[in-house]
């Protein structure tokens, strides 16, 4: 476990714990730190699990890396539920950046990389995407034809990558040295590359009625939880300028809801989803007028599009 004294963003030593959180997703139920900044208000697990152990927090009960087989018979059904994700990310980035069939655009942290082809399919444009572990491809290389897919880190990529768009959807909340990254990012960026970004919200209101059980926790795996002011702080220092702050993302926010409730109520992760499955449609079905205020009021997620400064 590696301990900090300052806080990541502002360096401010005025730092104490907000809360303490179980693992989620996990058969160990052990007790981990979230401390947060006094002055930039960032929420940031300390001390943090060190990365060589932290694949040991990515097992059978980790509901992500299992994806739609964990849903039994309905596996096809939760199948198109993340195609039709991936369409949403798709005109998020076609809103953002204008794509050509030269545009390259790079996935941070791109696991199964059903995003990047569908880029490929419907932008017809050139595509790049990095993980830490190649789990979500490995096993299905025809799938996966023509994309560029290598196992790395940011600060492996070529500085003359130059990409026109660079996507992480749910992946900065992991990193364990987002500042840097992001410098990294823009060092190797052109002045008209477009960043989009989708996170947690903390300031969000399934956050304020969860508490400890909350999704976004996904603790330990989740090394900071950003509002909006200390994500645009962290994307200034980074050499990024924000140009829209969104109070929403392309993942619907029911799904921190339905796995805070899960937390809450102590779900073996493990197991068999089918049973759960008509419940969480119904309750998906009730959710839906929620829905319609997230355009005001974030309800788990937001998104941040930035260019370079």
Not at 114 to 121: D, E, I, R, V, Y
Request: with cysteine; proline share 4%; glycine share 4%.
């Amino acid at each position: 476990m590696h301990q900090l004294h300052n806080c990541p963003i502002c360096n401010s030593s005025t730092i104490g714990t907000f809360i303490k959180t179980t693992a989620q997703m996990h058969s160990n139920k052990e007790l981990f730190n979230f401390d947060q900044c006094a002055e930039c208000k960032l929420v940031f697990l300390n001390p943090r699990v060190s990365l060589d152990v932290l694949k040991n927090y990515y097992t059978s009960h980790y509901l992500p890396y299992r994806g739609a087989k964990a849903w039994g018979k309905f596996e096809k059904l939760v199948d198109s539920s993340q195609q039709k994700l991936d369409l949403k990310r798709v005109k998020r980035v076609k809103d953002a950046h204008v794509i050509s069939s030269e545009s390259l655009i790079l996935d941070i942290g791109c696991g199964n990389p059903s995003f990047l082809k569908a880029c490929q399919q419907k932008l017809k444009c050139q595509t790049m995407g990095i993980d830490f572990s190649d789990e979500g491809w490995k096993d299905q290389s025809d799938d996966f034809k023509g994309l560029d897919l290598q196992v790395a880190e940011i600060k492996d990529l070529k500085s003359s990558l130059k990409p026109d768009v660079i996507t992480m959807w749910h992946y900065l909340e992991h990193d364990y040295t987002p500042l840097e990254n992001l410098s990294y990012l823009k060092s190797i960026s052109k002045p008209s590359t477009t960043l989009v970004i989708e996170i947690p919200n903390f300031d969000s209101t399934s956050r304020k009625k969860y508490g400890k059980n909350w999704a976004g926790w996904h603790t330990p795996r989740h090394i900071s939880l950003f509002s909006p002011n200390n994500i645009e702080l962290l994307l200034q220092k980074g050499g990024w300028k924000v140009s829209e702050i969104l109070t929403y993302g392309t993942m619907n926010p029911y799904l921190l809801y339905w796995m805070s409730e899960m937390e809450q109520k102590g779900i073996e992760w493990d197991k068999n989803m089918e049973d759960e499955f008509w419940k969480f449609m119904l309750e998906m079905l009730q959710f839906m007028p929620k829905k319609w205020s997230e355009k005001k009021s974030s309800l788990g997620v937001m998104t941040i599009i930035a260019t370079p400064q």
